[in-house]
Nanobody, 116 residues
């Protein structure tokens, strides 16, 4: 089992920044990829960014130039730095961990609201 706890969400004005954190615990040795997804009201959950154990990153096109995913292996934590936030970035942001066996674990989500 893998447990994921997100933090760092909140209310921010358009153009502002936030950094989300996802702390992993449990069977972390089995994790091969971690990522961030988001779900806006009335929409399906979508990919934001992923990062592998070796640090290879992947981003959804709308976030490529504004968001940065990173990881601190000593702290078992993955971060999502979000800059130049837009109202359309509003949603619940979820952390996901994928294990070697193909099992996905999700965090409880953290709300991000971009509004003036």
């Amino acid at each position: 089992q893998v447990q994921l706890v997100e933090s760092g969400g909140g209310l921010v004005q358009p153009g502002g920044s936030l950094r989300l954190s996802c702390a992993a615990s449990g069977s972390i040795f089995s994790i091969i990829v971690m990522g961030w997804y988001r779900q806006a009201p009335g929409k399906q959950r979508e990919l934001v960014a992923t990062i592998t154990n070796s640090g290879v990153t992947n981003y959804a096109d709308p976030m490529k130039c504004r968001f940065t995913i990173s990881r601190d292996n000593d702290k078992n934590t993955v971060y999502l730095q979000m800059n130049s936030l837009k109202p359309e970035d509003t949603g619940v942001y979820y952390c996901k961990a994928l294990t070697l066996r193909g099992i996905a674990f999700w965090g409880q989500g953290t709300q991000v609201t971009v509004s003036s």
